[in-house]
């Protein structure tokens, strides 16, 4: 007999072991009741271990799913907080050691371009982390856009860019306009400060 859960009774009151079972099952509200569970748990090691809102959001989606390719091979109810926790971690430190080593090629690149010409930012060199966190800071589509077009050294065209990120050929120009504003507003706030 198929252990389902429904929505009559409190899921959150179901044991883990049936919990894990039902969900080991494909039953989709034993799989909510399992994000809704942990899905703070998770999220909050990400953050307590440095990454930033945005790149823990990434990082706890990235955990479930390994929790949904991973779960056959729980045995215990009882273990799937902890299982989660240690792959948040883990996860965490991995996407916290990516950043890092992203961070200092994207210094050591920006350091031998010339930024100031196409950017139009006045960039020095000890600014290159500045422009490195504020860069980071603009999010998507901006960062894979700016990325691509200033830093990419095969140069893609708009039709590649559009391509790689999805968006309408049309739309790059405008969308680099835009950009662009964005990390001048945040370099020029970061300079007021």
Partial sequence: MRPQLTKHGD????????LLEACQQGDPDAWETIIDRYERLV???AVREGLSPEDAADATQAVFEAFLQGMSRITSGESVGAWLACVARRHAWRQRDRRSREKKAFEREARLRVL?????IPVIEDRTSELYESLMALGEPC????????????????????????????????TRARC???????????EAS
């Fill in 11 to 18: 899921p959150t009151n179901v044991a883990n072991d049936r």
């Fill in 43 to 45: 999220f909050a090691i």
């Fill in 116 to 120: 100031d010409v196409d950017l139009e």
């Fill in 143 to 174: 960062r894979s856009i700016l990325t691509a077009l200033y830093f990419d050294p095969c140069k893609p065209s708009y039709i590649d860019i559009a391509h790689a990120t999805g968006r309408p050929v049309g739309s790059i120009g405008p």
């Fill in 180 to 190: 662009l504003q964005r990390l001048r507003s945040l370099l020029s706030f970061s």
